[in-house]
């Protein structure tokens, strides 16, 4: 199994602005996942950051609203730039075990005001 | 277009009787299969997996039965406690990797009456 340490646990935060959400892991990873589950709706992966390379994001995504940092196997960062009223979700981190289950954080509750 | 669809948003049960989860998807490359739980204010975690060579996988209280040519799968909690109280997330994937990101459905919120 694979802990993982993701803050702020929530925030609110003013329209036009950056939230930089951090993901820690206790062990090596080599793929990292972002999720948004946005109100009654599925967890929908946002990219996938491996370290060493350029993020891969989805369809619906981009990077210059969701620029991600992966400086090395046991850390992440999502930025959620220029915020709006739509971005109020929850943020998830996500890695892989090899073992086909994966483990995530305790989420980022983000409310834009 | 959902690829993983969990069409119950809620289901209720009494303590010790059966809560059976149904979850259905569309794309016939998954080859892998999860559940999930979460809790208010926690990220999802792992409960039971199947993969796409068995048809049934069971563990302690939570059986996960795979039905490959309908497309289906269903979770089962025998008995169920009012700790079970969660929303479950039924997920696939192509592959049994790890690396690969997840397809997750909208999640079934389970109430368990005590």
């Known amino acids: 199994s694979a802990v993982i340490s993701q803050k702020p646990s929530r925030d609110i935060c003013q329209r036009g602005t950056s939230l930089t959400i951090q993901c820690q892991v206790d062990?090596?990873?080599?793929?990292m996942f972002w999720y948004r589950q946005q109100p009654g709706q599925s967890l929908t992966l946002i990219a996938t950051?491996?370290?060493?390379?350029?993020?891969?994001?989805e369809s619906g995504f981009v990077i210059d609203k969701f620029p991600i940092s992966r400086p090395n196997l046991t850390f992440s960062t999502l930025t959620v730039s220029n915020m709006s009223p739509e971005d109020s979700s929850i943020y998830l981190c996500?890695?892989?075990?090899?073992?086909?289950?994966?483990?995530f954080g305790q989420g980022t509750r983000l409310t834009v005001v | 277009d959902q690829q993983v669809k969990q069409n119950s948003p809620s289901l209720s049960v009494q303590e010790g009787r059966i809560s059976i989860l149904n979850c259905d998807y569309t794309n016939s490359m998954f080859d892998y299969f999860l559940w999930y739980k979460k809790y208010p204010a926690e990220g999802p975690t792992f409960l039971i997996s199947?993969?796409?060579?068995?048809d049934k996988n069971e563990d302690g209280r939570f059986t996960v039965f795979l039905n490959k040519s309908a497309k289906h799968l269903s979770l089962h909690i025998v008995p169920s406690q009012p700790g079970d109280s969660a929303v479950y997330f039924c997920?696939?994937?192509?592959?049994?990797?790890?690396?690969?990101?997840?397809?997750f459905g909208k999640g079934t919120r389970l109430s368990v009456i005590a």
């Open positions: 996500s890695v892989g075990t090899g073992f086909g289950e994966a483990f």
């Open positions: 199947i993969s796409s060579i068995k």
């Open positions: 950051a491996n370290q060493g390379s350029e993020a891969t994001y």
């Open positions: 062990s090596q990873v080599t793929m």
């Open positions: 997920a696939a994937s192509p592959w049994n990797s790890g690396n690969t990101p997840l397809v």
